[in-house]
């Protein structure tokens, strides 16, 4: 639970991000045209809320999957280890994969996914983030498909938490911290 008290400022509307998904899922259909062995994998806990949506969106037949990967650190060190903490449920050799993060930071999570999976022999993997910060990261990492670029804000909302609260948020929001 946040400890300071915060306000949340409006950054992305709703109807913004369901427009934005509409362009990609165009996009996207234009990859995957006539596969029909597409397995759309979300990265846990962010993108339930982005996965949501945009497998609704897509007009392709899919199969979902999930694996929840967290990264730690001490903040001071470029290196992060990603673990695993929830696999996939299914082998994915062969098969046509879309990666979906809400936000890419570092990027040490996408990175680490990204090749993992590719070492399972998928026959095409692909990314997507609804968000993207290019100022923060530390690692030679660009998805394939991107919602929105950011500012190095502090964003809550639409699956995104602080400190677990304001993930049900139908947008994205920035945090602003109240003056004492
Ligand atoms: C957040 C976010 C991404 C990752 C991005 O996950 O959902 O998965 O960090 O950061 P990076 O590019 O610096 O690796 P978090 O570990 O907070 O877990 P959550 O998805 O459960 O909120």
Redesign the pocket.
């Known amino acids: 639970m946040p400890t300071r008290p915060y306000v949340i400022d409006e950054m992305i509307s709703a109807k913004a991000i369901a427009a934005r998904i509409e362009d990609l899922c165009r996009e996207i259909q234009t990859e995957f045209a006539g596969t029909d062995k597409l397995v759309v994998v979300g990265?846990?806990?962010?993108?339930f809320v982005f996965i949501a949506d945009l497998v609704r969106e897509l007009d392709l037949p899919i199969e979902v999957d999930f694996l929840e990967?967290?990264?730690y650190g001490d903040g001071m060190e470029s290196t992060?280890e990603v673990r695993i903490l929830k696999d996939l449920r299914g082998a994915i050799e062969g098969r046509d994969v879309l990666v979906v993060?809400?936000?890419?930071?570092?990027?040490?999570?996408?990175n680490h996914v990204t090749h993992l999976l590719e070492s399972r022999l998928p026959a095409r993997l692909k990314s997507i983030a609804l968000l993207d910060k290019p100022s923060?990261r530390e690692v030679d990492f660009k998805a394939n498909w991107t919602g929105f670029e950011i500012p190095d804000e502090f964003v809550v909302g639409y699956g995104?938490?602080f400190a677990q609260r304001n993930r049900n948020l139908p947008y994205i929001g920035k945090v602003r911290f109240a003056e004492k």
Do not use: Y
Request: glycine share 10%; charged share 30%; no cysteine.
């Open positions: 990265l846990l806990r962010g993108s990967a967290s990264s992060r993060e809400d936000i890419v930071d570092t990027g040490h999570t996408l923060r995104i938490d």
